[in-house]
């Protein structure tokens, strides 16, 4: 039985990194009515921040020759330690057990929401590896980024997760779904490319659901 793991990263309600992933997770869902389909919304229920008592749990995992994440909680020594692997005992279990994650997640000041960071700090330790699972992040972004655009030197979002998940998670081909120039939807300044984006748009959510189709 397949498993996906789905996390919203946006502050907005109601915003288009959000439809994506809902246009992906719909469609697979719909292929797999006996999948176990599990839902996290990273900014209604944000994960708390990493504090010392993880770097002490990471500190203990460095002087291990491998890593078991299944095996991390054997680690735990101090009462500190014990309320910090209750953070990230349920979150590590949620992304062990799945084999597609999908991660719905808008572009804040050329990056990721901090609630989405959090996330992945919680459940990355030294030398993990996650191989055989896929990633797909669904994203939203107010300007344009895309190879030979002025500003595609700044997209920090695409690049900190695609090295983040090869650097961290030994996961080389985590497949990207880009809404451009959302803010053409607000502002004048991008008004007259409003028609840029809802081609960006429209092909982003029928991308979304065709890659369901093949996970």
Known sequence: MSTLLHLDASARRRSISRELSAAF??????RH????????DLAADPVPFIGEAWTE??????????TDPERLGELVRTPEQAAAWGIIRPL?????????????????????PASLKAWLDQVT??????GERRFVVTTARGGTYSPGAPKAAYDYQERFLRDF???HFAVADTVF????LANS????ALAHRRAEHDVSYTLALATARDLAEEY
């Open 57 to 66: 749990l990471c500190d203990a995992v460095l002087a291990l020759p491998s």
């Open 185 to 188: 939807r607000q502002d004048p």
């Open 92 to 112: 590590l279990a949620e992304l062990l057990a799945a084999d597609v994650i999908l991660i719905g997640t808008p572009m804040y000041n050329y990056s990721i």
């Open 125 to 130: 330790f030294p030398r993990m590896s996650l």
């Open 177 to 180: 779904v880009h809404a451009e």
């Open 165 to 167: 998940f090869a650097g």
């Open 33 to 40: 009515p006996d999948g176990d389909y599990r839902y996290r």
């Open 25 to 30: 997770a719909g469609a697979w869902r719909a």
